[in-house]
C-alpha cells in the first residue's frame, strides 16, 4: 500500500485503533495522543489540511506498528 497524506480525522481513526486516547492539548497545533498500556505518547499536528507523508510516516515509526496495516 502507498503512503499518502491524511486527513486529521483520518489519522485519528487510525490512532484509536491502535488504543491511543487524547492526552492533552500540546504546544501552538499540536495534541498529545497516549496509549494508556505502554504509556507511548505521540504527538499528533492538528490542521485543516492534509497532514503531510513524512510526518504520517513519522508517527507509523513511532508507535512502531506495521506500515501497511496502518494504511488500511
Do not use: C
Not at 489519522?11 to 505502554?38: A, I, M, N, P, T
Not at 507511548?40 to 503531510?52: E, G, S
Amino acid at each position: 500500500m502507498t503512503l499518502r497524506p491524511l486527513s486529521y480525522r483520518e489519522l485519528v481513526r487510525r490512532l484509536k485503533r491502535y488504543g491511543f486516547r487524547l492526552y492533552r492539548q500540546g504546544k501552538g497545533s499540536h495534541e498529545l495522543w497516549v496509549r494508556d498500556e505502554d504509556g507511548l505518547v505521540v504527538p499528533v499536528p492538528r490542521k485543516n489540511t492534509d497532514i503531510r507523508k513524512g510526518t504520517i510516516r513519522a508517527i507509523i515509526r513511532h508507535i512502531g506498528v506495521d506500515f501497511d496495516d496502518f494504511m488500511k
